[in-house]
């Protein structure tokens, strides 16, 4: 059974802070991978989905690698702001199983 | 509508109770998806219909659960005989095929007491 593991669990950095959130997955046999962001009381948004033929996918600040081999993916982001607080995601589908989730990176980026 | 809309947005009900949870996807959005959120836990996938068809059942965390899918469009979760364990936020995606950027409605809150 596919288990998707983030570290760290919890991250404060100062604004303006580049910062790496990290994602491993057990089985390397995915679809694809997907970053979300959750803030509270509202749903998930998706930030970046990488299919798993490709290496990397950017949007603005934000830059998610992947390496399916090695069952990781890492998101970059770059010059952190204060709106950037909340809960990071990471999942990975696999076809007959949905999407499985990591149990998130919680950021707070301080003012 | 422009997004994943579900409904209701909060349900408190009494243990044994039967409840319905309704999701509306995104227009031309074939693939949905049921997902769960307990407190202090992470997402946990349910289900996943590609049009009307859910091909595998077996996420569903026991069998007072049932969804349904109908017209490729709106979709149902229902929980029958509810429990105190069953509270949770259920979230509903859609995507326009299986592998493609889900987005999530913003749930609705089960409270079981």
């Known amino acids: 059974k596919q288990e998707v593991t983030q570290i760290p669990a919890a991250l404060s950095v100062p604004e303006g802070e580049n910062l790496v959130l990290n994602c491993s997955f057990t089985?390397?046999?995915?679809?694809?991978l997907q970053w979300f962001r959750q803030d509270p009381g509202k749903g998930l948004t998706s930030l970046l989905l990488?299919?798993?033929?490709?290496r990397e996918q950017t949007s603005g600040r934000l830059n998610a690698s992947l390496d399916k081999s090695s069952g990781r993916s890492t998101l970059y982001i770059a010059a952190s702001q204060p709106g950037d607080s909340a809960t990071y995601l990471c999942?990975?589908?696999?076809?007959?199983?949905?999407?499985?989730f990591g149990k998130g990176t919680h950021l707070i980026i301080q003012p | 509508g422009a997004g994943v809309s579900q409904s209701p947005s909060n349900k408190v009900t009494e243990k044994g109770k039967d409840v319905e949870l309704r999701c509306d996807p995104i227009?031309?959005?074939?693939?949905l998806y049921w997902y769960r959120q307990r407190l202090g836990q992470g997402l946990e996938f349910l289900i996943y219909?590609?049009?009307?068809?859910?091909?595998?059942k077996s996420g569903l965390p026991s069998d007072r659960f049932s969804a349904e899918r109908t017209g490729e469009s709106v979709s149902t979760l229902t929980i029958q005989r509810t429990q105190q364990e069953d509270s949770a936020v259920y979230l509903c995606?859609?995507?326009?095929?299986?592998?493609?950027?889900?987005?999530f409605g913003a749930g609705t809150r089960l409270s079981v007491l």
């Open positions: 995606a859609s995507s326009l095929g299986t592998g493609n950027i889900q987005y």
């Open positions: 089985d390397s046999a995915i679809y694809n």
């Open positions: 990488i299919q798993s033929s490709q």
């Open positions: 999942a990975v589908w696999v076809i007959v199983d949905g999407l499985t």
């Open positions: 227009s031309g959005h074939t693939a």
């Open positions: 219909f590609q049009g009307n068809s859910a091909p595998d």
